[in-house]
């Protein structure tokens, strides 16, 4: 990931990326052209190793079992959409060179657990038992 000047005043060059990535989506969906789910297998297939197949493997979850959710690309990431807006997303760790992926759900997810509870998840990799949890998740964020 490249790296703040030293004053911490500058964005990374992947934190300008997914700048330019939102500002288009918001030209397209403003111009009535939706990413869908062509733009976000795009995103998927740019992906490498484990974060492509962790990212394949939750968009399959996220079909089978969740019909209701419609597909986007948001700040460049795959993400899923409920009456236009994010639940969830994943960010692969290959795009700010972190050493895991995310799976990041918005402030309209509704996982709402008193007054603190967690809005993102460390993945490594991707199992039944993952994946079982991320299905439970996702059914209490969509309500």
Do not use: C
């Amino acid at each position: 990931m490249a790296k703040n000047d030293e004053s911490g005043n500058s964005f990374s060059d992947a934190e300008k990326e997914a700048m330019k990535e939102r500002s288009k989506e918001i030209k397209r969906a403003s111009k009535g052209k939706t990413d869908g789910e062509e733009a976000l297998m795009e995103k998927i297939n740019e992906m490498a190793g484990e974060d492509k197949n962790i990212a394949s493997s939750l968009h399959e979850l996220i079909k089978q079992n969740f019909p209701q959710l419609g597909f986007r690309t948001w700040y460049g990431f795959p993400a899923y959409t409920k009456d236009g807006k994010v639940i969830t997303f994943f960010q692969a760790s290959g795009r700010f060179d972190e050493r895991y992926s995310t799976l990041g759900f918005s402030a309209d997810a509704k996982l709402d657990d008193g007054s603190f509870w967690p809005t993102s998840y460390a993945l490594l990799e991707w199992n039944d038992n993952i994946a079982a949890e991320i299905k439970r998740l996702i059914k209490k964020a969509v309500g």
